[in-house]
């Protein structure tokens, strides 16, 4: 077989497309459609079928997960396809064939594909550095002018990881991109280009800065033109607007559907897909970039991108199962580390790991930054406040005002309510354990809490208000309030200003 280093790979890759989306769903609750009559040529696959079946519903009732899609491919051809579960519970709804889960970090499969394409065309030399493509991209440290396209595609770089602001929305922030450059601007790399590969999303956002600057066009736009359409991967898409109800599986916490979420780390890890849209592409990188008679990249890039990308960098525990190639990854690392620790006067603690301990990435500087009486930590692009001093939202009319900086704002409800918002520019609803249950970007809003201690996170341009009525329901008693303030008293910790700015 040719390109055999992809067969481990791809299965890699497909199970991830799978089961990418695990959601809560009680055991034991399950629907199964399949998608259509197998053909006479899976008569042969029966075992197979009949053990992927079982093999389903026991990650079901395992994981919990709400639904499930699959799909057993033969080369091009889907030879058997079915769905499990509920995409929609409410309405009993099981997922179709080309209903879209989140594929999560098998996206970048899709980023290293669109700049091996790049490569092919003589539009980009993977050995150059990123700055000869993307001049405004700086960082403190001068060792930045190193790092190449190469080491983005390998998580080589050396940047600290990820950046956190804005990461997940409600809706798409189409400023991530801008604010994850803003963000890198002012930090320091934590290696040596080149020395070691360290597991990164944002080298991978910045890849979404290298397609617009060598084609013109916007990276989503790159992907569909020249990836998705050609392999006719008609169900994968990018968030870029909410999706239609119907068209993607729904998350769950229990039985309540979660709110709809974009990962605005579009090339790192945003693009929904189905199981038979990735087996085209899976198809296509086993074939030596060719599917369906249409090339799509050279055998030569295909090959690149199952090097392994670890040879003669620092490897400490060589492991032969993960190994980082172009665009496949295994976030897997080194179980134990060298800590160096590097303060910089009072306010910044540069803890870095020249060896990985534990799987561990995203290695930013922690700078203290003072507002009014309190330090705020800021980290991955992200400020951080204590929790216990969110003001709290008083019954009736309260007005929120969006500061100079444009912080996003947190409310504390101290008790069950109903919540009215005037205006913003999007809003969630968090409970006690900080998760998700509701959010938006349309006003006005409403909201209501259902239990004590939620917390409300307001987003606005800097200088403008929101009006924020809380209205508490019939009955609700002050020993639930004194409660709930004990429980925010104990659980004093930090709690994250999720959007740093709102440009």
């Known amino acids: 077989m040719k390109h055999r280093p992809f067969a481990r790979v791809l299965r890699t890759l497909f199970a991830l497309a799978l089961f990418g989306a695990p959601v809560a769903l009680p055991a034991g609750i399950a629907a199964a459609r399949t998608a259509a009559a197998p053909p006479a040529a899976a008569t042969s696959y029966q ?18 997960a709400a639904s499930l899609s699959l799909a057993l491919v033969s080369g091009e051809r889907v030879v058997w396809q079915e769905t499990f579960g509920y995409a929609d519970k409410a309405t009993s709804t099981a997922p179709e064939a080309d209903t879209m889960y989140g594929i999560g970090s098998v996206s970048k499969i899709l980023a290293a594909v669109a700049v091996m394409k790049l490569v092919d065309e003589g539009k980009v030399e993977l050995d150059a550095p990123f700055t000869r493509y993307v001049p405004a991209f700086s960082m403190l440290s001068p060792a930045y002018r190193q790092i190449t ?24 922030y189409p400023g991530y991109l801008q604010q994850v450059l803003d963000t890198l601007a002012g930090e320091r790399l934590k290696t040596t280009p080149g020395y070691m590969s360290v597991y990164c999303n944002d080298g991978y956002t910045l890849l979404e800065a290298l397609v617009p600057a060598v084609t013109g066009k916007a990276f989503p736009g790159y992907v569909q033109d020249e990836i998705l359409t050609p392999l006719g991967m008609a169900h994968s898409a990018y968030p870029l607007r909410t999706f239609a109800d119907g068209t993607y599986a729904r998350c769950y916490r229990g039985d309540a559907a979660r709110p709809f979420e974009v990962v605005n780390l579009l090339a790192a890890g945003g693009l929904y897909s189905t199981p038979a849209d990735m087996s085209r592409l899976g198809a296509m990188l086993m074939n030596g970039g060719i599917y369906n008679g249409t090339r799509i990249l050279s055998a030569d890039a295909v090959a690149q991108m199952a090097a392994d990308e670890t040879l003669g960098s620092f490897n400490p525990v060589p492991c032969t199962a993960l190994r980082y190639g172009l665009g496949w990854d295994t976030v897997t690392q080194p179980a134990y580390g060298t800590q160096v620790v590097d303060p910089i006067g009072d306010h910044l603690g540069a803890m870095f790991l020249q060896i990985p301990d534990g799987c561990s990435r995203d290695l930013e500087d922690a700078v203290v930054a003072q507002h009014g009486a309190e330090g705020w930590i800021e980290w991955g692009g992200t400020l951080y406040r204590p929790m216990d001093s969110a003001p709290a939202l008083a019954a009736g009319p309260n007005t929120v005002t969006f500061g100079a900086d444009g912080y996003a704002e947190w409310r504390v409800l101290p008790s069950a309510a109903n919540v009215q918002i005037g205006a913003g520019a999007a809003w969630r609803l968090y409970d006690a354990d900080m998760v998700v249950l509701a959010a938006g970007a349309s006003f006005p809003a409403t909201a ?30 002050s020993r639930a309030a004194e409660k709930s303030a004990a429980g925010r008293e104990r659980r004093a910790a930090l709690w994250p200003e999720h959007a740093p700015r709102l440009r």
């Open 149 to 172: 396209v190469r080491m983005l595609l390998d998580h080589s770089s050396g940047l600290p990881g990820s950046t956190y602001g804005n990461d997940i929305t409600g809706a798409y």
């Open 47 to 64: 075992a197979t079928i009949r053990d992927g079946r079982a093999a389903a519903q026991a990650l079901l009732e395992q994981s919990g």
């Open 448 to 477: 209501v809490t259902p239990t004590p201690s939620c917390y409300l996170l307001l987003f606005g341009e800097a200088g403008s208000s929101a009006a924020v009525t809380v209205t508490p329901p019939s009955g609700a008693s």
